[in-house]
């Protein structure tokens, strides 16, 4: 079975989020399953992965989008490094980039890549079993693939949605049906939602079947969902919940080249508190209280805004018993904050910017790790945390709540309800009071180093839906 994953993020080509991280680990993890071919389609960024590799053309041709006619190559990178085939798509002053998003033109740079990629396909004769299309940025492809003229040799080829975040869906207006492919016109429906293309809205209605990144956001976008919950409700039989699983061969704490200290479980205690130290020396922090740690984007549905408020009243409650450190980007006023917060109290450190060396580095010290997400359809660091040994303090939502059970449950770490800064400090309350029973926190660090996050089992459930 041959599978193409298009997506706009890979890792460790282009990182925004999380689903870099799963694209750059779901198809490896699939090519270890018996008479499987998992590949990768993602945008040419100027990133330091295409100049550190071996590229070659497989592919020269063009795309008309509306008048303008744009030149489409296709690279592959020559020794599957990743451990599949990785393909890049380069137009000129479209996909040839720095970054991902954040241009005024992303309609037409996710429609070009779209369009790119089935041409591309087409002009081969190359017939994949299944297109894997993740998040709205390849949310047409389902809508092509059975009705624009141009890619008829791919009519019939099955295709899968995968929706990694429903709060971000595409919409754009009607003015751009005239850079798509054409397509008799009467099908206008399926690219609609309220007056708009919406590429989510088209991707649920096309795809053969779509799936959430966790049993628990499937259930919230029957009732949360940014105006789309009457469309899952009707499309409900061809939906489907797979948690995200992590990538241990990159995630592991004994082989880890990120991190200064390595360890596993018969010496994480001892090894762990040295990463702390190290840690804890660089930013000017105290080693013997205990490290809490907040990694993300500055978000508001990562909580993000809750930080500055979290942070001052945490400390001044705590008598100023604890540490935070603060690893992120993203919102330019939280920032700011936290900048000016860093001057100001000796108990809390932050480094902006997007940093993957350093995030290694907290997960191996922390102690605990604050995740108090208004929306998180799946949610990886918490994982990451616990494979080395960090106690994941976690709003109830979404993948969270699948993933993270509180340990009065006897479960790996500390669940509070509503993410707003009292709850959450609350929670901070109950982990002082287990780091303070030194036998209950190691018996935590060890038990949640146990848990298996692997993507075998996802993998194996992906497939089993494509043979579906």
């Known amino acids: 079975m041959t599978i193409f994953h298009l997506s706009t993020e ?87 980039r720095e ?32 297109l894997h299309c993740h998040d709205y940025h390849t949310g047409l492809v389902p809508f092509m693939v059975e009705n624009c003229y141009e890619f008829e040799f791919l009519k019939g080829v099955k295709t899968i949605g995968t929706i990694h975040n429903g709060e971000y869906q595409g919409m754009m207006s009607w003015d751009m049906v005239s850079y798509m492919p054409a397509f008799d016109h009467y099908k206008w429906g399926l690219l609609d939602w309220n007056g708009f293309i919406n590429p989510l809205a088209c991707m649920i209605k096309c795809a053969d079947a779509f799936t959430t990144v966790s049993e628990g956001y499937l259930e919230e976008l029957f009732v949360s969902f940014r105006g789309l919950e009457s469309l899952v409700r009707e499309e409900f ?114 480094d902006i910017g997007y940093k993957e060396h350093l995030s290694h580095k907290i997960y191996a010290s922390a102690d605990f790790l604050l995740m108090p997400s208004r929306v998180e359809p799946c949610g990886l660091n918490q994982m990451y945390a616990m494979r080395y040994g960090t106690v994941p303090i976690v709003s109830y939502t979404g993948g969270l709540r699948d993933t993270v059970k509180d340990i009065t449950t006897g479960g ?31 018996e935590l660090i060890l038990s949640n180093m146990k848990f298996d996050f692997a993507w075998e089992k996802s993998a194996e459930k992906y497939i089993a839906l494509y043979n579906q």
């Open 10 to 96: 890979c890792y460790p080509v282009a990182k925004v989020g999380g689903l870099a991280d799963v694209v750059g680990a779901l198809p490896k993890y699939q090519n270890k399953i018996k008479d499987i071919n998992a590949k990768v389609v993602m945008p040419w960024y100027n990133k330091h992965f295409v100049y550190d590799y071996d590229f070659e053309v497989v592919f020269d041709g063009f795309i008309h989008q509306g008048s303008n006619m744009l030149q489409v190559q296709v690279l592959k990178e020559a020794t599957d490094v990743l451990g599949f085939e990785l393909f890049m798509v380069k137009i000129p002053g479209l996909l040839d």
């Open 99 to 130: 970054n991902p998003y954040g241009y005024q033109d992303e309609s037409f740079q996710f429609l070009a890549f779209q369009h790119g990629v089935l041409h591309w396909l087409s002009a081969m004769k190359i017939r994949p079993d299944v």
């Open 237 to 350: 039989s061809k939906a489907y919940g797979i948690i995200n699983g992590i990538d241990t061969d990159v995630w592991n704490p004994q082989t880890d080249p990120m991190i200064d200290f390595n360890f596993n479980i018969k010496n994480a205690l001892k090894t762990k508190k040295k990463n702390k130290i190290k840690l804890c020396k660089e930013y000017g922090l105290n080693p013997e209280l205990p490290l809490f740690a907040f990694i993300g984007r500055f978000a508001t549905e990562k909580g993000a805004d809750l930080l500055p408020d979290l942070i001052w009243r945490s400390i001044k409650q705590s008598f100023g018993g604890l540490n935070i450190i603060v690893l992120g980007s993203g919102n330019a006023y939280i920032e700011q904050q936290l900048k000016e917060m860093d001057s100001v109290y000796s108990n809390f450190a932050t």
């Open 412 to 442: 790996s770490g500390l669940n509070f309800t509503y993410p707003g800064v009292d709850d959450i400090i609350h929670a901070i309350s109950r982990g002082l009071n287990v780091y303070k029973n030194k036998a209950q926190m190691d």
